[in-house]
């Protein structure tokens, strides 16, 4: 185990300082050390040098939304394989989703999932608190007890929180925390027994269609109350224009509303369903081909703040069923990068540094984390990554339990070199 | 010229999505020797002796089911009824673990019926043997649309440029879905009617016109294909009462009688007397309903004997001997 | 000889329009004899040029008699014993049996009988109807080649083919002329 790391002569970029240059990056033990051209470790040898020629070193990136599974499902996923999934991904941190089993609403559950996250040696993880009890959508959880043992933000993502009620006491009382509520927004009645998409391809395919709409309703309704409440909302998964409009609206009015959108909703449509892949199949659906233009076009505009996975494993068998009763979700650690930069960069919609701001500097600020930054002193959360390198997906390399990814065979543009948490390589390509 | 051709409808038939117009009339007239069996003193041909079809039905069908079994027993070949209820999930055994324990009995075909949409695409990618699909959620129930089409060529003598109107809950219809794919393939002019509640929204894209009101259909259409409504609907809130829809789209004598032409009347059954259909339409002289019943059993043939198609291998080696 | 694959098959005609036409007279004077006049009797073709000579016979029956004996047609498609291995299935034609043939002296015909198995398979089909009291078979052309023990009452002409040649009858209604033709077998291309 070395005391330092020198990445040698790749291009920085941190738009937190606005740099975008060919640099040396320092790290002693856990800590950003210096930043600068030809940094000369002289005769050390306790320095691990590493050619970065022809790569990208960025703040490590951060993946605001991901389900680890436990505890309740471990045969699907744990904190650890989570964990080092997400550092093969370029992850130096992830906040895990609440809707394990049981729930993590209190302290003691989220102390679990620190300590869990401690042991697994990887990407740190940090857990989400869920905002109602058992995410049962009526009486809060302990705000303040689960930050108190760790928790960033307050979510009963898996569902909705239908009460409108709910949500507004669920913005207030997070005020006094300072944290996020985050929203999956779904209109429960109307999204109700949906399977994909309400379009064209449900109709010819005899699937219940989950329109724009139920999405939609819930955005609206969220911004109106976060202006209400002052309260900060956190919109997860966005996939349609017209939710795209709506958080247009509420910054424009100066609501403080951000926003997430996944890999997947920026790079597919709803005829990736096409046979019944259920492999496609997910909680927001697939779109259509304008919902997707408006998500990417979002991402450049900075309408959209944030991109993270919703990773979401699921065992092969409960996938190979008939596509109404196969549960929602696919694995997104681990391809988030290449996918992004395949339909977002090499596309010319965004550029690298956007790419960086939205895949670790936002995540970083907006939900009050360490990293984001490769400010001198700061922590040392690195990410290497090869911004022209294809490959294949290949999900019987994952690192994840879950092997649920519609990506499968597809050649791909971008990829992970080098991924350091507190100064300690966690990842490394090859090994 | 050598090398093998291809089987006309390839090893399943899942639906008429995927059909060629061609191939659809290969059905269709295929069924016609077929319909003359079913009037012989011996309604059996040793067509499909020996092979082993299994009816693997997830939802409760006696009409369709029977259909299949006619057409089974008439080719000579051995039938086995699987009722089975629920989905995968709540029964326990996996659709992957039945199709597999069915292979590994050596059956030749399947005939399935089931609640989800793309379940018969999903058992026809897992076994080898043929997979008929007798219905699958709402997505395709090809043998019914291929038997209205048989029976609507029988009175037309075409399907070109008839105007066919699909009368009712047209979104949760597989029905409704396979008549539009056929008859559109076959160049006829398809359109639909029912309240917008039980329409798909995307109707339009599937370029098919659309009526509001049952009047104006009957005053379109050559003929009416009129869909069985559920009771579920009412409970689920897509329309107020069977009573209200029977006022407002319920075909009856008085609105024919106001047509411009003789309007031929399908239903593919078995009937709501009084709520989609008056039993004087159902029964009346321009109803072909029973017609459309016996034309399935000719259809079901047709379907049975072109996917059980012989081995190419063998036919290349058979070459060489004559028949005669 | 040798064959060339430049070469159109070598085609000899074994008998012209009015070779078969008299044969067929003969044929229908034969089926009459046989049945000790024309009561009872059931003219069945098999499809499909079986069924324009049983046509032909049927109207020289007609000439000769002045009775009108009735006319049936076979498709033996579902009966083939050969069905596994035929490949793509074979188009099944109309099968149209005009009368009861319990206890009725039918006549099947057909152009050329070769290994049997055709004739097999309409005797299957034909018990499926009912019971004659006898069924009897003219062909126009028997090639020999006997797989299955059957037999012709009633033959126009017999031709003796190696297996590597085909003997083609050719009716108006279907091919614009009346001959039966000898043939090498084509190689597939």
Known sequence: ?431 | MSGLAAPPLGKDLLGLEPLTSEQITLILDTAEPFKEISERAIKKVPTLRGATIVNLFFEASTRTRVSFEFAEKRLSADTVNVASSGSSVQKGETLVDTARNLEAMRIDMVVIRHGASGAAQFLAERIESNVINAGDGTHEHPTQALLDMLTLRDHFKRIEGLKICIVGDVLHSRVARSNIWGLKKLGANVAVCGPRSLLPNAIDELEVEVFDRIEDAIEWADALNILRLQLERMQGGYIPSLREYNRVFGVSRERLERAPRDVLILHPGPMNRGVEIDSDVADGPFSVILDQVTNGVAVRMAVLYLLSGGKPELAEMAKGGGSR | MTYSAVMPPKQSTVLDARAVDRALRRMADEIVELNAGTDDLIIVGIQRRGVQLAARIVSNISDREKAKVPLGALDITLYRDDLQTVGPRPVVGPTNIPADVDGRAVVIVDDVLYTGRTVRAALDELADFGRPKRIALAVLIDRGGRELPIQPDIVGKRVECAPGQRIDVLVEELDQKDAVVLSDREESA
């Open chain 1, 1 to 431: 185990m070395t005391a330092a790391i020198l990445l040698r002569g790749g291009r920085v970029i941190d738009p937190s300082q606005r740099m975008d240059a060919i640099s040396d990056l320092l790290i002693e033990k856990d800590t950003i050390e210096a930043l600068g051209t030809n940094i000369d470790v002289g005769s050390r040898d306790d320095v691990e040098i590493v050619d970065c020629a022809g790569r990208v070193v960025a703040p490590g990136f951060i993946d605001v939304h991901c389900h680890l599974r436990e505890p309740g499902r471990e045969d699907v996923e744990t904190i650890a394989t989570g964990a080092r999934a997400a550092a093969a991904g370029g992850f130096t941190a992830v906040c895990a989703m609440p809707n394990t089993d049981p729930v993590t609403d209190n302290q003691a559950a989220v102390g679990f999932i620190i300590r869990q996250a401690a042991r697994a040696k990887a990407a740190r993880v940090y857990p989400i608190g869920a905002i109602s009890l058992g995410q049962r959508g009526e009486a809060l959880a302990e705000f303040g007890e689960m930050v108190g043992a760790g928790a960033v933000a307050v979510s009963d993502d898996g569902k909705p929180v239908a009460s409108a009620h709910l949500m507004r006491t669920a913005l207030e009382y997070a005020r006094t925390f300072g944290i996020p509520v985050a929203d999956h927004c779904e209109e429960p009645t109307l999204a109700a027994g949906g399977a994909m998409n309400e379009g064209l391809v449900s109709a010819r395919l005899g699937l219940k269609g989950v329109p724009n709409e139920a999405e939609e309703i819930m955005v609206i309704r969220d911004i109106l109350l976060a202006r209400r409440t002052g309260g900060h909302v956190h919109l997860c998964h966005m996939s349609t224009h017209g939710s795209v409009e709506l958080i247009r609206w509420g910054k424009e009015r100066g609501v403080n509303v951000t926003a997430e959108v996944c890999p997947h909703h920026l790079s597919l449509t709803d005829e990736a369903v096409e046979g019944y892949n259920t492999n496609a199949k997910m909680n927001p659906p697939l779109r259509s081909a304008a919902d997707v233009e408006a998500v990417q076009q979002a991402v450049h505009d900075g309408t959209i703040d944030v991109i993270a996975t919703d990773h979401a494993p699921h065992h092969y068998d409960e996938k190979e069923r008939e596509f109404a009763d196969a549960p929602n979700g696919i694995v997104g650690l681990e391809t988030a990068l290449a996918v992004n930069m395949t339909w977002l960069v090499a596309t010319g919609i965004i550029d690298l540094a956007t790419l960086v701001e939205k895949m670790s500097c936002a995540p970083a600020r907006i939900f009050r984390l360490a990293g984001g930054t490769l400010r001198r002193g700061n922590v040392a959360d690195v990410t290497v990554f090869d911004p022209d390198a294809e490959w294949t997906v290949d999900p019987s390399r994952f690192r994840s339990k879950g092997r649920n990814t519609p990506y499968a065979g597809q050649k791909l543009k971008g990829r992970v070199h080098l991924t350091v948490v507190d100064g300690g390589v966690v990842f490394r390509q090859g090994e």
